[in-house]
């Protein structure tokens, strides 16, 4: 009678198994995990793309809404003042015009503000800061805008007032001038620098990595 305690092939062909099915197993585990990574990559370079060019786009949305020149038909829909001359109404206009651009421009400024979660959840909490300089950068031009249609209704008098005109002047102009420096445009600088700053490294350590993984490929087959 065969002893059932004996070693035979059996047991061999089950510790075979038992073998091949942990080795498929870790593989498979590696596998899912380089598949991963390399996802989480990839999402990470389509988020640092979207922010670089949310950045590179400020310049041309800001540079619209700044614009000195002003149409017609910007100012068709300002409401109207009881008894207020045609020239007044004008002065006006040329900064209601301004407003009327941030409010047009408001897809841009609601992406911006949709990408900052997404580029904190990426490149960390800190990035949140970095994405407020072109919302400061907005507000700015938005209050110096009602403040100069304001002081068209009531001018400001006296030398720190007429500073502050000034200072206003070049927040939504952005002809800066000696003593007065062009804050929008500093903002809006020092929001794409940030960006490009966090963003491209991991875009380029990403492309380096695939083109060096590339070029030891074909030295490991010559």
Same mark, same amino acid.
Request: with cysteine.
């Given at each position: 009678?065969? @002893?059932?305690?004996?070693?035979?092939? /059996?047991?061999?062909? !089950?510790?075979?198994?038992?073998?091949? /099915?942990?080795?498929?197993?870790?593989?498979?585990?590696?596998?899912?995990?380089?598949?991963?990574?390399?996802?989480?990559?990839?999402?990470?370079?389509?988020?640092?793309? @979207?922010?670089?060019?949310?950045?590179?786009?400020?310049?041309?949305?800001?540079?619209?809404?700044?614009?000195?020149? !002003?149409?017609?038909?910007?100012?068709?829909?300002?409401?109207?003042?009881?008894?207020?001359?045609?020239?007044?109404?004008?002065?006006?206009?040329?900064?209601?015009?301004? %407003?009327?651009?941030?409010?047009?421009?408001?897809?841009?400024?609601?992406?911006?503000?949709?990408?900052?979660?997404?580029?904190?959840?990426?490149?960390?909490?800190?990035?949140? =800061? /970095?994405?407020?300089?072109?919302?400061?950068?907005?507000?700015?031009?938005?209050?110096?805008?009602?403040?100069?249609?304001?002081?068209?209704?009531?001018? %400001?008098?006296?030398? @720190?007032?007429?500073?502050?005109?000034?200072?206003? =002047?070049? @927040?939504?102009?952005?002809?800066?001038?000696?003593?007065?420096?062009?804050?929008?445009?500093?903002?809006?600088?020092?929001?794409?620098?940030?960006?490009?700053?966090?963003?491209?490294?991991?875009?380029?350590?990403?492309?380096?990595?695939?083109?060096?993984?590339?070029?030891?490929?074909?030295?490991?087959?010559?």
């Amino acid at each position: 009678m065969t @002893d059932p305690w004996a070693f035979g092939w /059996t047991q061999l062909f !089950t510790l075979v198994g038992f073998a091949i /099915t942990i080795a498929i197993a870790l593989f498979s585990f590696r596998t899912f995990g380089r598949w991963r990574r390399e996802k989480l990559e990839e999402k990470r370079i389509e988020i640092g793309l @979207d922010a670089l060019a949310l950045a590179y786009e400020a310049k041309t949305v800001f540079d619209g809404i700044r614009s000195p020149a !002003t149409f017609h038909y910007e100012c068709e829909d300002m409401p109207e003042e009881p008894g207020e001359p045609d020239e007044r109404r004008r002065r006006r206009g040329t900064f209601y015009a301004i %407003l009327k651009r941030v409010g047009r421009e408001r897809g841009y400024f609601e992406k911006v503000w949709a990408m900052q979660p997404r580029c904190m959840a990426v490149f960390r909490s800190q990035i949140e =800061e /970095t994405f407020l300089l072109v919302q400061r950068a907005r507000r700015r031009v938005e209050v110096s805008a009602q403040m100069l249609i304001d002081d068209v209704r009531e001018p %400001l008098r006296g030398h @720190d007032n007429v500073k502050l005109r000034t200072r206003c =002047e070049v @927040d939504i102009w952005g002809m800066e001038r000696p003593d007065t420096p062009d804050e929008v445009g500093r903002l809006l600088d020092q929001f794409r620098k940030e960006i490009e700053q966090k963003c491209r490294p991991a875009i380029a350590r990403q492309f380096r990595t695939r083109d060096e993984s590339f070029w030891s490929w074909i030295r490991n087959r010559t």
